[in-house]
């Protein structure tokens, strides 16, 4: 199973595209899987025949375990899990392997779930090829097992449940994702109140329907570059400053949250970046954001003023240093001169891994942000 993310710990076969006995050349795709934030192609790393698929359609399987093997016809598999044997037998004696006591013929994804609840594999039937147990024979099992009755004391009010829907698919990735977020990185919040009067004015001379994250989006870049390592990420005790300023916009779709990039913010122009992020919306409510898309982001930028949002901190979206939760725009009196006046105001609250990079530089950063948003050129 390949990663795609630096983050990503497993992934999905959704389909395979060839089976059992085919031949496949390297390079081929030969099956889609589905990760923690896109679906992608799985190609044969060599040319050959596919002698198995270890993880069926629909199943998860941990990056880096072995979810098929591919070697030259007439070879045998050799035992079962991560890392499975071939060697070169006769046709004749290939023959189905035997379970022995204690030990069974299951996917990975099949192992965890049946361990998870508790069950006897050498109870359950595989349907998998050679008998090899899957995540869907588990399934069927558990289907069938009687809900476990919660036991509470006398007096307790419990209150009614009006549904019940699992954990799964693009919501569960998300659980994942911000929970790995939470447990890893020290995360600490800064804000400030941004005056937005310059780029609505700059925003309404154009004659466009340019997107005010656009702006939020250039000056982001533009203090990025004078402030790299907040461009970065920590993976296995690495602190990786990034030269590519890719920032990731927080998008909200009917299946949930999702983040597609917005790749070099820092070399394109506001036409450019709102005509992305007009496309990228799109993209994302039709469910065809690719891997291309989804990957490679260097800092995130959410915006929940169109909600009504005053300010919130967002949780960081790994692997990212830093994440910037923008507000609603609200027009509001302030001293100005020792005169007050009324300014368009909006709160931006800078989240930050105090592991990578401490409150002084993560606060001076955020400055450098507003001070380029409330200078902005009206010229």
């Given amino acids: 199973m390949p990663r ?28 889609l899987a589905e990760g923690e934030k896109t679906t992608f192609d799985i190609q044969a790393p060599d040319s050959g025949v596919l002698l198995r698929i270890a993880t069926p359609e ?8 072995t979810i098929a093997v591919i070697g030259e016809s007439g070879e045998q598999i050799i035992g079962v899990g991560e890392t499975p044997e071939v060697r070169k037998v006769p046709t004749s004696e290939v023959v189905p392997q035997i379970t022995h006591e204690g030990w069974v013929r299951a996917s990975p994804a099949a192992r965890r779930l049946a361990e998870e609840h508790s069950l006897d594999f050498t109870k359950l039937i595989g349907t998998g090829p050679e008998g090899r147990i899957t995540r869907e024979d588990v399934e069927r099992v558990l289907e069938k097992i009687p809900a476990r009755q919660e036991v509470v004391a006398p007096g307790v009010r419990q209150p009614r449940i009006q549904s019940v829907k699992q954990l799964a698919g693009l919501r569960k990735s998300i659980a994942e994702r911000l929970s790995y977020s939470a447990r890893q990185a ?20 154009t004659g466009k329907n340019l997107s005010l994250t656009a702006f939020i989006i250039k000056a982001v870049a533009e203090a990025l570059r004078e402030f790299p390592e907040l461009n970065s990420s920590l993976i296995n005790s690495e ?92 027009k509001k009196p302030l001293v100005v001169d020792d005169e007050m006046k009324i300014k368009s105001v909006s709160n931006l609250s800078l989240v930050f891994d105090h592991r990578v990079i401490d409150g002084a530089p993560a606060a001076t950063f955020l400055s450098r942000i507003k001070r380029i948003l409330e200078d902005w050129p009206t010229a």
């Avoid at 999905?12 to 099956?31: F, M, N, Q, S, Y």
């Avoid at 291309?292 to 169109?306: A, H, Q, R, V």
């Fill in 4 to 31: 795609v993310d630096p983050v990503m710990q497993e992934g999905i076969i959704k389909k395979w595209l060839k089976k059992e006995g085919d031949p496949v050349v390297k390079g081929e795709t030969i099956a």
């Fill in 239 to 330: 602190i990786r400053v990034y030269d590519d300023v890719n920032i990731a916009i927080a998008v909200h779709t009917q299946d949930g949250l999702v983040a597609p990039v917005i790749p070099d913010a820092d070399k394109k122009n506001l036409d450019e970046i709102s005509s992305l992020i007009e496309s990228l919306d799109r993209l994302a409510s039709e469910k065809k954001l690719g891997v291309s898309e989804l990957t490679g982001s260097t800092f995130t930028i959410s915006n929940l003023g169109p909600y009504g949002v005053d300010s919130f901190a967002p949780i960081i979206n790994p692997p990212n240093t830093a994440i910037l939760g923008v507000g609603r725009i609200v």
């Fill in 186 to 205: 020290v995360q600490v919040v800064v804000s400030t109140e941004v005056v937005m009067d310059n780029v609505l004015r700059v925003r309404g001379a």
């Fill in 58 to 65: 629909g199943a998860t399987s941990q990056v880096a375990s």
